[in-house]
């Protein structure tokens, strides 16, 4: 199988982050596609937030069923428990760490990309406002890659365009991008309100963000 140099697969969640990241991604590949996972979230809304973006982007979009986070449980994005500040005193995390989840994404975002030869895998993760995921650093991305290339005996390159930004410096990348429009479009908000509940972890996040910018947020003007 020869792969497709100028190809690309983003993970798109229907998030600030992920939206973001898909204009980074039209700017660099020639053939872009979207791959969105349907994790039995509580905060559903984000799915439609991701048919909407894509749309808007013009990229061919595919939903993935994957309802085995719900059946383990154990988290606040999945389940009944609401999601609250700091962190969870037996794991050192907050409660809406999910485990495992951006290894199961990146792996079946591979499997989607392997079989349309796609090397290229693009997510918005980011270890400089990560919220503590263990999940969302690089060092977990490079073993992640490499056991993905030898497991599927493929090229993969998993590109994380946010890892080392800050929210106020993603908000500026996305308006260099163009994308800002996009965005109030998008979806954060962990207890799946529209307009945004603004006071769970990631509203307050991505409020920050677009404050230290000064930079409107095109969610709110929405609202």
């Not at 497709?4 to 020639?30: E, N």
């Not at 503590?132 to 890659?145: E, H, S, V």
Request: proline share 6%; charged share 15%; net charge neutral.
């Amino acid at each position: 199988m020869t792969p497709d140099p100028a190809a690309a697969v983003v993970l798109l969640s229907g998030g600030q982050d992920s939206t973001t990241c898909l204009a980074w991604t039209l700017k660099r590949f020639r053939r872009v596609e979207a791959v969105t996972i349907d994790y039995g979230q509580r905060h559903r809304i984000e799915l439609e937030a991701a048919v909407a973006v894509a749309r808007l982007a013009g990229v061919p979009q595919s939903v993935i069923p994957c309802d085995s986070f719900r059946a383990l449980g154990g988290n606040s994005l999945t389940g009944n428990e609401a999601v609250v500040d700091g962190v969870v005193a037996a794991t050192g995390l907050p409660n809406s760490f999910v485990p495992g989840r951006n290894l199961v994404f990146l792996t079946l975002a591979a499997a989607f990309a392997w079989q349309r030869s796609i090397p290229h895998l693009v997510a918005g993760v980011c270890q400089t406002d990560f919220s503590g995921y263990p999940d969302c650093r690089q060092t977990t991305l490079d073993a992640l890659q490499a056991a993905l290339c030898a497991g599927m005996d493929f090229p993969f390159e998993i590109h994380a365009p946010l890892m080392h930004l800050t929210k106020a410096e993603s908000v500026h990348l996305a308006q260099e991008l163009g994308c800002l429009p996009w965005l109030a479009h998008s979806h954060t908000c962990y207890n799946g309100s529209r307009p945004a509940c603004g006071t769970c972890p990631a509203c307050r996040l991505r409020a920050k963000g677009f404050a230290e910018a000064g930079v409107a947020d095109p969610l709110m003007m929405v609202r």
